[in-house]
């Protein structure tokens, strides 16, 4: 294809996407060091700072071939020995714009930007001098892929994140990864980058990795980053330094590369989410080396997934965890919140103290634990003080912050001495609304008048907790998920009193926490609980009567859930389970069930359904010694379809109650709290997708185009 078309083609793409944020690629020249000649550098820079990364769209493409029309013509005239692409500070490139993907409603505009990106970058690879990519600072995606297209690549130290992380969000490396990564550094490694690492939550890589695996020929530190690379660049183009690359294993190595990527594709998606099995055909068909015949395998997948619904609940997902969770819908204004200097947590068992050394990290305020007898206290200080250790021992926080941060937590039996100055008290005791209420008038007998007393309750009443106290505007429901550090969720309870401020600093104090906070109204069990126990009751009804259980857990395996139901029972722990469903079935009873056979599994003090003396589960033979089922069967779809109708029926009465805003912190709530996969979309664009909101509603959650092909 000439260049006019990939100019012609560019400009179809942009008249799309009227709104792209446009990367320039600025040319400069330069002598290299040591006489090794003019050089031109190509710098991709969106003249915004490091907090809105530079992308490619259509007219930052453009750009770009504009930029190599200059150079091509330079090189050929003999008046350059070399071309350099560098990005602006701290960021590369971090890929092609999202926004402008979401935009596109036909299959042949999905192929003319698969097809612009690969006829620009490709033009780097065949100009008449070498070229060479300088990743100094975050580079994903097409970031990455320009990288692949030059004959060298230099890489940071400081670099912090480099990734290909289309198939996690429902795409191929489209612009050349599948077909460049493989030949360059041979199937196996490609495979982890491309297929592992994606599906691994998005892994990123940082720069000492990218050269390990052989990503990049050299490395320097970021300090005088470009300036060394530059000495490097010299040195290769005036043959003293010699570029050496292990040998690509082109026999039964890719083809068992290629099978790796297929079953850790299986063990993450069952198959549900085409991206990973399509990236791995072009992986498998890149053995040859005919790169061209790649490329134009990445065109036309790129095409399709751009056309099919799992990119679609990707993007959407991607756009619910990066803009939506910056700003809960219905959080009050900010500036209400006041200021938290000192953090009182009641309880010091293991969640209270995973919750005071949060805290503790995060706001580096003092942290006091309370507990019923010193031993408790003791232990639950102790644990806060080996996390530290353990933060020091991996060097993620050096000796003198260790001091710092032990020397903020403490213990005492004494509330009265523990909270009288602090201004943010969260309790994590017994999940008893009894309890809880003592604890609140105790703490409230001795807490200043502006503090905000938070309650880790995952499904009780928090209105009902605060009925007795004489200030009961200042209680709020601060959930948590398990395990603290690592699921981003904080649901953020409004009880029937609660007032504007100390809703405000509730949600001020989660942003400092880093966590993800969704506004939700005190509703039985909130919201990941009460859909989590509709979708788990529902399997333990049809286990209960008849369906074997293998049959029930395999039913669900086409969601690519994160895991099975029965392990996840396992992970929260049946009595927690069972008391949730207890709290769901006392408030409905017609939908909510509670289980004879959980309950029997908690009363012989079983953790789980399963043993795991093979080291895959498999069902404990007391626990099916314990199992009384009916005699009614069904079949994998039958449990399928009877689940996901439960799930669809709930949010829409989650929805009806107010229970939160929107459908989108639903699915956000799910997707952050419960680990549900982005090509899901959390379950709403799922559900419309599959037929079953429409079947249970008689309409869709979302509108067409939100998470869908635009109508």
């Not at 309890?435 to 105790?442: D, N, R, S």
């Not at 409230?444 to 009925?467: C, F, G, Q, Y």
């Amino acid at each position: 294809m000439s260049t006019t078309t990939t100019a012609e083609l560019l400009k179809g793409a942009a008249e799309l996407f009227p709104d792209e944020v446009v990367t320039s690629a600025h040319v400069r020249h330069l002598d290299l060091p040591y006489g090794a000649g003019k050089f031109a550098l190509i710098t991709l820079d969106n003249g915004f700072d490091h907090t809105k990364p530079t992308t490619f769209g259509p007219g930052s493409l453009a750009n770009l071939n504009a930029a190599i029309d200059q150079v091509e013509k330079e090189a050929a005239d003999g008046d350059i020995v070399g071309v350099g692409v560098t990005g602006k500070p701290f960021i590369f490139a971090v890929g092609a714009d999202l926004k402008g993907v979401e935009l596109l409603g036909r299959h042949e505009d999905a192929l003319a930007i698969g097809k612009g990106g690969h006829e620009v970058f490709k033009r780097l690879a065949n100009l008449a001098v070498p070229t060479f990519a300088y990743y100094n600072g975050a580079a994903m995606g097409g970031g990455v892929e320009v990288g692949l297209h030059c004959s060298y690549r230099t890489v940071s130290k400081a670099l912090p994140a480099f990734s290909l992380p289309e198939v996690f969000l429902g795409l191929v490396p489209g612009w050349g990864g599948c077909a460049l990564l493989p030949n360059l550094i041979g199937a196996d490694k490609a495979v982890s980058v491309i297929i592992e690492n994606s599906l691994n939550q998005n892994k990123q890589l940082k720069g000492q990795q990218v050269f390990d695996l052989g990503i990049a020929d050299a490395i320097f530190e970021g300090a005088d980053f470009l300036e060394q690379s530059l000495i490097w660049t010299a040195g290769v183009l005036k043959g003293d330094v010699a570029v050496e690359r292990a040998e690509v294993d082109r026999g039964e190595a890719w083809d068992q590369a290629v099978a790796k990527g297929k079953f850790i594709a299986d063990g993450k998606v069952h198959g549900a989410a085409p991206a990973a099995y399509r990236a791995l055909d072009i992986i498998a068909a890149a053995k040859d080396g005919d790169l061209q015949a790649g490329f134009d395998a990445e065109d036309q997948a790129l095409a399709d997934l751009i056309m099919g619904g799992e990119l679609r609940a990707g993007i959407y997902s991607f756009n619910l965890v990066q803009k939506r969770a910056k700003r809960p819908a219905g959080a009050p204004d900010k500036n209400l919140a006041r200021p938290v200097s000192k953090v009182g947590v009641v309880g010091a068992g293991l969640m209270a103290s995973q919750l005071a050394l949060l805290f503790l990290r995060r706001l580096e305020v003092p942290v006091v634990l309370t507990d019923i007898d010193q031993e408790r206290v003791d232990k639950g200080v102790g644990y806060v003080h080996a996390e530290i250790d353990k933060l020091l021992g991996k060097g993620r926080i050096n000796q003198d912050k260790a001091n710092r941060l032990k020397a903020l937590v403490s213990g005492v039996l004494d509330k009265a001495e523990g909270f009288s100055d602090a201004d943010f008290i969260i309790e994590a005791v017994f999940e008893e609304i009894g309890v809880k209420q003592t604890v609140f008038a105790e703490v409230e007998a001795v807490a200043p008048a502006h503090a905000i007393l938070a309650t880790n309750t995952s499904s009780l009443s928090v209105s009902e907790m605060a009925s007795k106290l004489k200030h009961p505007e200042r209680v709020v429901g601060f959930h948590f998920f398990n395990p603290v550090a690592i699921l981003p969720l904080l649901e953020i309870v409004r009880g029937e009193k609660t007032d504007d401020a100390s809703l405000a600093t509730a949600f001020a104090v989660a942003k400092k926490l880093k966590k993800t906070a969704v506004l939700t109204k005190d509703a039985p069990a909130f919201v990941v609980n009460r859909i989590l126990t509709r979708f788990m009751g529902e399997i333990q009804n049809v286990i209960d009567e008849g369906t074997p259980v293998e049959t029930a857990e395999k039913a669900i395996e086409p969601l690519g859930l994160p895991m099975s139901p029965l392990v996840l029972l396992e992970l929260v722990g049946p009595a927690i389970g069972l008391h949730v469903s207890e709290t769901l079935n006392r408030a409905f009873p017609d939908r909510f069930k509670v289980s004879p056979n959980l309950k029997a599994v908690v009363e012989a003090g079983k953790r789980g359904f399963y043993v795991y003396d093979s080291g895959k589960p498999e069902l404990d033979p007391e626990v099916a010694a314990l199992l009384k089922q009916g005699d009614s069967v069904l079949t994998e779809e039958q449990v399928r379809d009877r689940v996901l109708d439960a799930v669809a029926q709930e949010i829409g009465l989650m929805l009806d109650e107010g229970v939160v805003a929107e459908a989108q912190d639903i699915d956000l709530c799910l997707i952050t709290g419960a680990g549900w996969p982005f090509h899901l979309g959390g379950i709403t664009p799922y559900l419309d997708r599959a037929g079953v909101s429409e079947r249970v509603r008689g309409k869709k959650f979302l509108a067409p185009g939100i998470a869908s092909v635009p109508a």
